[in-house]
T-cell receptor, first 114, second 113 residues
Framework: GENVEQHPSTLSVQEGDSAVIKCTYS??????FPWYKQELGKGPQLIID?????GEKKDQRIAVTLNKTAKHFSLHITETQPEDSAVYFC?????????????FGAGTRLAVHP | ETGVTQSPTHLIKTRGQQVTLRCSSQ?????VSWYQQALGQGPQFIFQ???????GRGNFPPRFSGLQFPNYSSELNVNALELDDSALYLC????????????FGSGTQLSVL
């Protein structure tokens, strides 16, 4: 069935270090892969996304890579700052019955220590 | 540009009661999706509304129902509340052409006692 696995569940880094979060999806028909950042008491905020016709996308300190063959995609955050601390979710879009829905991973709690 | 707004922010109900949650979509967005987020988990798709009709549904029982209004705002109704319904309910809007690109509200935290 449709599934997105996300690793690690928790990640602790020092300020300035890089952080990498990895996801694997099960449905080869998925063609859109967003990443969301969720801070305490708030809804998920879209931070970057990638479509299946692109292998990599970068936006300032954030980058996402996609390997369609292996059904893997990853989020890379460079030069981490304390304000990057949050829960990050990956997701894969699944087209079913004429509508799109997002299948989310279980989340990664990132802590950036000053 | 106004983002997605949800009300109320918090709600406490007892088992067996009914609840209605409300959502105003982001300006220019005509599709609304609802997700349930249990503590420590990722959001799970409940259903999606487009042109005032449900056009997709996840693995949720019929006591979860919704509405979309001509101004694209939406309601989520849950009947016969169960303890397991305690969760953060998230509304997300998107627009035709990029339906999968969702913008979420801050959610309604529902506690069922």
């Amino acid at each position: 069935g449709e599934n997105v696995e996300q690793h690690p569940s928790t990640l602790s880094v020092q300020e300035g270090d890089s952080a990498v979060i990895k996801c694997t999806y099960s449905d080869s028909a998925s063609n859109y892969f967003p990443w969301y950042k969720q801070e305490l008491g708030k809804g998920p905020q879209l931070i970057i996304d990638i479509r299946s016709n692109v292998g990599e996308k970068k936006d300032q300190r954030i980058a996402v890579t996609l390997n369609k063959t292996a059904k893997h995609f990853s989020l890379h955050i460079t030069e981490t700052q304390p304000e990057d601390s949050a829960v990050y979710f990956c997701a894969a879009s699944l087209l079913s019955g004429g509508y799109n829905k997002l299948i989310f991973g279980a989340g990664t709690r990132l802590a950036v220590h000053p | 540009e106004t983002g997605v707004t949800q009300s109320p922010t918090h709600l406490i109900k007892t088992r067996g009661q009914q609840v209605t949650l409300r959502c105003s979509s982001q300006s220019g967005h005509n599709t609304v999706s609802w997700y349930q987020q249990a503590l420590g988990q990722g959001p799970q798709f409940i259903f999606q509304y487009y042109r005032e009709e449900e056009n997709g549904r996840g693995n949720f029982p019929p006591r979860f129902s919704g509405l979309q209004f001509p101004n694209y705002s939406s309601e989520l109704n849950v009947n016969a509340l169960e303890l397991d319904d305690s969760a953060l309910y998230l509304c997300a809007s998107s627009w035709t052409g990029e339906e999968e690109k969702l913008f979420f509200g801050s959610g309604t935290q529902l506690s069922v006692l």
